[in-house]
């Protein structure tokens, strides 16, 4: 089963992976575990990891005023896991993205 959702590639996350090059995040399967994660990042990228960290997301209600009316919506819940790896790895995580 596939836990790994998709890479978390955002300013935030950037500014992290520059100061420690071995720290990834991705967005994963709420029911996914540490080790469930680990393994498959292991098998994906083929690197070893030291330890992965989780955190739960709630999702949000939100609303704004437009000239349409009031929009009312959500933002969706999720699981983020930040993965370090060996010291001297790293994940080319651009490497698949076709042009």
């Given at each position: 089963?596939?836990?790994?959702?998709?890479?978390?590639?955002?300013?935030?996350?950037t500014n992290i992976t520059e100061k420690r090059p071995s720290v990834y995040g991705f967005i994963v399967s709420p029911d996914a575990n540490k080790v469930e994660i680990q393994k498959e990042?292991?098998?994906?990228?083929?690197?070893?990891?030291?330890?992965?960290?989780t955190m739960r997301y709630e999702g949000k209600r939100s609303q704004r005023y437009t000239k349409a009316g009031l929009v009312k919506g959500h933002k969706s819940a999720y699981k983020k896991a930040v993965v370090t790896l060996k010291e001297g790895e790293e994940i080319d995580i651009y490497s698949n993205i076709e042009q």
């Open positions: 089963m596939a836990f790994i959702i998709k890479p978390l590639v955002t300013e935030k996350m990042v292991e098998a994906t990228y083929n690197v070893t990891v030291e330890s992965v960290n």
